[in-house]
């Protein structure tokens, strides 16, 4: 081999790279401490950029096409290199690849929960997480914050950066918001794209990569929360607590064991005993009467347990609420400034309907 073919192995004439993985950002092209030919071809391929750097400095940079290096098409290498005439001998430069396509499905998530102010809950800590799709716009920026001078920078490195600054992100949006966080699965959408253009201002600066999407998958609250989100469910679907009670009494009288012991029994009773009062009292309210056939009207008997004739009729706050068509707090207030009178049994309180009746006849 000639002098000339060892000079001429010692050239590079041609510069390319195709990328064999789905993972890589960044790639420096090997020269291997050999020498670019003044005139050579640089090829660079559709989702890639080149970026030049001459002695730790950024030259130029080329999109996609076929570029011949010479002094006209790399002006910035040509200034920092001082060749004011044109060059002619070869030249050592490093050469980047960056990979510019869309990456996807990244993942993202909360490591510790994130504390909140809630209108519902007061302070709750909430956790989320999601994907987002991101890709390179400034070369520059990318490797000087970023990559640095790594031969062969791929996702994973980035990764755990990348996650920590939208958790940040994430953290500063959502607590702007103030969206409640009953409402947050409802606005999954909506949140994500309030949070992507607040992304995009910070690491398009900083990192030279913008997000295409930012995607909210879900956000969970501790389990004492969740707990009591059921408990608030549970009590909106039972609706009426009252009617609930009485309607679970009457499924489990004439059902073996369904008083569930003594207790329960005990329970029944009470439930029936109360019953038959409020139907005695009804059919004495409207004048319901009983009349033998052939003979003069006779008033029905008192069930067992109702307070005989003539006997002053003791109510409890819930019947007089259930009369009057109020809540049993109303009544219990009433009782406590004096206008309704009732006699004070231990913690319970007891109305005659006399007094129930002067209480209505009161302007």
Same mark, same amino acid.
């Given at each position: 081999?000639?002098?000339?073919?060892?000079?001429?192995?010692?050239?590079?004439?041609?510069?390319?790279?195709?990328?064999?993985?789905?993972?890589?950002?960044?790639?420096?092209?090997?020269?291997?401490?050999?020498?670019?030919?003044?005139?050579?071809q640089l090829i660079v391929r559709e989702s890639q950029m080149a970026q030049f750097l001459y002695l730790g400095q950024f030259g130029d940079t080329f999109g996609p096409g076929k570029h011949a290096l010479s002094t006209q098409n790399i002006p910035i290498l040509?200034?920092?290199?001082?060749?004011?005439?044109?060059?002619?001998?070869?030249?050592?430069?490093?050469?980047?690849?960056?990979?510019?396509?869309?990456?996807?499905?990244?993942?993202?998530?909360?490591?510790?929960?994130?504390?909140?102010?809630?209108?519902?809950?007061?302070?709750?800590?909430?956790?989320?997480?999601?994907?987002?799709?991101?890709?390179?716009?400034?070369?520059?920026?990318?490797?000087?914050?970023?990559?640095?001078?790594?031969?062969?920078?791929?996702?994973?490195?980035?990764?755990?950066?990348?996650?920590?600054?939208?958790?940040?992100?994430?953290?500063?949006?959502?607590?702007?918001?103030?969206?409640?966080?009953?409402?947050?699965?409802?606005?999954?959408?909506?949140?994500?794209?309030?949070?992507?253009?607040?992304?995009?201002?910070?690491?398009?600066?900083?990192?030279?990569?913008?997000?295409?999407?930012?995607?909210?998958?879900?956000?969970?609250?501790?389990?004492?929360?969740?707990?009591?989100?059921?408990?608030?469910?549970?009590?909106?679907?039972?609706?009426?607590?009252?009617?609930?009670?009485?309607? @679970? &009494?009457? *499924?489990?009288?004439?059902?073996? #064991?369904?008083?569930?012991? =003594? +207790? /329960?029994?005990?329970?029944?009773? %009470?439930?029936?005993?109360?019953?038959?009062? @409020? &139907?005695? *009292?009804?059919?004495?309210?409207? #004048?319901?009467?009983?009349? =033998? +056939? /052939?003979?003069?009207?006779?008033? %029905?008997?008192?069930?067992?347990?109702?307070?005989?004739?003539?006997?002053?009729?003791?109510?409890s706050p819930a019947q007089v609420a259930q009369q009057l068509g109020v809540t049993e707090a109303d009544v219990l207030a009433t009782l406590e400034t004096g206008e309704l009178k009732g006699k004070r049994i231990g913690t319970q309180w007891r109305i005659s309907?006399?007094?129930?009746?002067?209480?209505?006849?009161?302007?």
């Amino acid at each position: 081999m000639g002098l000339m073919d060892f000079i001429r192995g010692q050239l590079i004439e041609i510069i390319e790279w195709t990328d064999d993985s789905r993972d890589t950002l960044s790639f420096r092209w090997p020269d291997d401490d050999k020498e670019i030919k003044n005139g050579a071809q640089l090829i660079v391929r559709e989702s890639q950029m080149a970026q030049f750097l001459y002695l730790g400095q950024f030259g130029d940079t080329f999109g996609p096409g076929k570029h011949a290096l010479s002094t006209q098409n790399i002006p910035i290498l040509s200034r920092i290199a001082g060749w004011k005439y044109g060059f002619n001998s070869p030249f050592k430069c490093d050469v980047y690849y960056l990979n510019t396509r869309l990456f996807t499905g990244n993942k993202w998530g909360t490591s510790n929960p994130v504390m909140l102010r809630d209108n519902d809950f007061g302070i709750v800590r909430v956790r989320a997480f999601g994907t987002f799709d991101f890709h390179i716009v400034d070369p520059k920026v990318f490797l000087k914050e970023v990559a640095g001078s790594d031969q062969h920078f791929r996702l994973d490195e980035f990764a755990e950066t990348m996650r920590s600054r939208i958790v940040s992100l994430f953290s500063e949006a959502i607590g702007k918001a103030k969206v409640p966080v009953l409402d947050l699965a409802a606005r999954y959408s909506e949140v994500g794209e309030a949070i992507l253009p607040i992304l995009n201002a910070a690491t398009v600066p900083k990192y030279g990569i913008e997000f295409a999407s930012f995607i909210l998958e879900n956000v969970s609250v501790p389990p004492e929360v969740e707990a009591a989100i059921d408990k608030r469910s549970s009590m909106a679907a039972v609706g009426n607590l009252n009617d609930f009670v009485k309607y @679970q &009494m009457g *499924q489990n009288i004439g059902q073996p #064991g369904g008083g569930g012991g =003594p +207790a /329960g029994t005990a329970a029944e009773l %009470a439930m029936g005993f109360g019953m038959a009062q @409020q &139907m005695m *009292q009804s059919g004495m309210m409207s #004048g319901q009467t009983t009349q =033998p +056939a /052939g003979g003069p009207p006779v008033q %029905a008997a008192p069930p067992a347990g109702a307070p005989a004739p003539g006997a002053p009729s003791l109510l409890s706050p819930a019947q007089v609420a259930q009369q009057l068509g109020v809540t049993e707090a109303d009544v219990l207030a009433t009782l406590e400034t004096g206008e309704l009178k009732g006699k004070r049994i231990g913690t319970q309180w007891r109305i005659s309907q006399e007094s129930l009746n002067t209480f209505l006849q009161q302007p």
